[in-house]
Each structure stands twice: as structure tokens, then as C-alpha cells.
């Protein structure tokens, strides 16, 4: 196992790549179909992924692999919500930090669908992530929700029940195999409604190929693998407070690669979400800091 201190290097390193993963893919659609993107850049991923996991994949129960399969399912939901978010949207760095309240999304599904009461830090932390939602949604006619910021909460919202469905049913199946299943179950999910609902240019320009490659490479095969072994070093408690940095570095490159905007009130409601976050996932790290003192 990695000591603590280089598997946080190497989970920080893994945000880093999930906030330039917005810049290639907000690139990459610029000349190729959003859903069309996602099936391409999936299905590649995880035959990236399928050379390190095929003589697991071989002995997997096939029934375990067709309820992972599944759940990948819901997770192309998600990622369709969020790449269509995308297409629409003028500011990434704002749907980055609704993209991360699916964290907070996922006690009240888990209390919907498996009975299991929410921890009270929960009620602590919703009210503030609340408070920043409104505070993105104030614009010059008051507080009003963009079509773009629907599709991200729609995209949150579809990530807590994945997350709550893979948390339940996944849990006999290896992480790398999991993780190649998946994504190539949501990469055939795009693939069939990029057929279904869209058109795919003449010609693609080479540049928007090069952003497809990055996003393919580095955004997903090189980050799911880097937070995969991140994750298995560090302490829950402690990847959970650093996978927050995610859209933190996504607003960064946001405003630096598309001079995007960021007035008052977005900045403060990014704070307050980033507060809830805070409070949320490092309640465990503060109480045991507590007990020390």
C-alpha cells in the first residue's frame, strides 16, 4: 500500500486532471456531438482500462457483471445530463461546484431508497449548499435557475443514485473491472442517443480530435487510474476532503482559459458550497482533531 502522504499527492494530482478533463471536453464539442463525444470517449477508456483487468473480467459471476453494467446505466444518465449542461452552458467553473453537491444528494436518496437516515452533520451542511445554490442562481431579474444549472442539478442528482446503487450492489466485483464495465456501459448508453438524437459533422478538424485524445487518455483512462490508487493509500476521511478540490481547480482554469466572469455573488455561492462540502465530508477528521486537543 502507499504511504499516506504520496497517495494524497497522487489523489490531488487526479483532481487536477478531472478539472482540465472540463477544459477537453468543452474543447472536444466544440466540432463533434456532445452525446457522440461521450459514447467515443467511454468506450475507448475502458478498452484503456481492459488490458489490466481481463483475466479478472474472465472469472467475474456474470450476473455481477450484468448488475454493474446496470448501474453503469444510471451513471451514463448522469453523464449525458452533465456533457448536454456543458454544451449549453457559459460558465464551467459554476457547474463544477453543482456537479460536487451530489455528494451531498446522496444521504436523502439512500433514506429514499435503503432506509438509511441521513447523519445529522447532513442537516447541518444542506442549508448552506442551499444558500450557494441561490446565491449561482441570482442574476440581473433575482434569483432565477439557468436551463444549464437545471441540467447540472439533474446531472448531481443522477451521481447520488449512482453513487448509492454502486455503493449497494457492487461491492463483490474488483474496482478496475468495475470501473471498465462502467464505462463501457455509459459509453454505449451515448453511443445509442448520439445515433438516435444527433448529427455527426462531414469533417472533424485535428485539433478537435487532439482534445478528444486528451480527454480520453488523460481526463478519464490516466484520472480514474490515479484516483483508484489514490484512494486505496489514503484514509477515506482524507480523499474525500481533497477529491472536493475538483471544482476548485475547475473555476481556476475557467477564468484563466475562457476569461469567464466571476461576479460577487457566484463567488460567494461557490464559498458556500465549498463551505457545506467542508463540513460534511471532514465532520469525522474535525471531531477526531477535537479529541486530541
Not at 445515433?195 to 472533424?204: C, F, G, N
Not at 485535428?206 to 481526463?219: E, H, K, Q, R
Not at 480523499?239 to 455573488?265: F, G
Request: hydrophobic fraction near 55%; charge should be positive; aromatic fraction near 12%.
Amino acid at each position: 500500500m502507499l504511504p499516506e502522504k504520496r497517495a494524497s499527492l497522487i489523489l490531488l494530482f487526479a483532481t487536477v486532471l478531472a478539472a482540465w478533463g472540463w477544459i477537453f471536453s468543452k474543447e472536444a464539442i466544440q466540432g463533434m456531438p456532445a452525446f457522440g463525444f461521450i459514447g467515443l470517449r467511454f468506450i475507448l477508456a475502458s478498452l484503456c482500462i481492459l488490458p489490466f483487468c481481463f483475466r479478472q473480467l474472465k472469472v467475474v459471476d456474470r450476473g455481477v457483471l450484468a448488475r454493474a453494467a446496470g448501474v453503469g446505466c444510471v451513471l451514463a444518465c448522469a453523464i449525458l445530463f452533465w456533457i448536454f449542461a456543458m454544451s449549453v452552458s457559459t460558465s464551467l467553473g459554476e457547474g463544477a461546484f453543482i456537479m460536487s453537491l451530489s455528494m451531498l444528494i446522496v444521504p436523502p436518496i439512500a433514506w429514499l431508497l435503503f432506509k438509511q437516515k441521513p447523519p445529522r452533520i447532513f442537516w447541518f451542511s444542506m442549508p448552506i449548499a442551499v444558500g450557494g445554490l441561490a446565491l449561482l442562481s441570482l442574476g440581473g431579474v433575482g434569483w432565477q435557475l439557468s436551463p444549464s444549472q437545471i441540467w447540472f442539478l439533474l446531472a448531481a442528482l443522477f451521481l447520488a443514485v449512482h453513487f448509492n446503487l454502486n455503493n449497494r450492489y457492487a461491492q463483490r466485483i474488483p474496482t478496475l473491472v468495475l470501473t471498465c464495465v462502467q464505462l463501457f456501459s455509459t459509453g454505449v448508453v451515448a453511443t445509442i442517443a448520439s445515433l438516435l438524437t444527433e448529427t455527426w459533422p462531414d469533417t472533424i478538424s485535428p485539433s478537435i480530435w487532439g482534445w478528444f485524445t486528451l480527454s480520453v487518455l488523460v481526463a478519464t483512462s490516466l484520472r480514474y487510474l490515479m484516483q483508484t490508487l489514490g484512494q486505496k493509500g489514503a484514509s477515506a476521511a482524507n480523499a474525500a476532503i481533497i477529491m472536493i478540490l475538483e471544482p476548485v481547480w475547475t473555476v481556476i482554469l475557467s477564468v484563466v482559459w475562457y476569461s469567464e466572469s466571476m461576479p460577487a455573488h457566484k463567488v460567494a455561492g461557490c464559498a458556500l458550497i465549498m463551505l457545506s462540502l467542508l463540513i460534511y465530508r471532514g465532520a469525522d477528521p474535525l471531531r477526531r482533531w477535537i479529541r486530541k486537543r
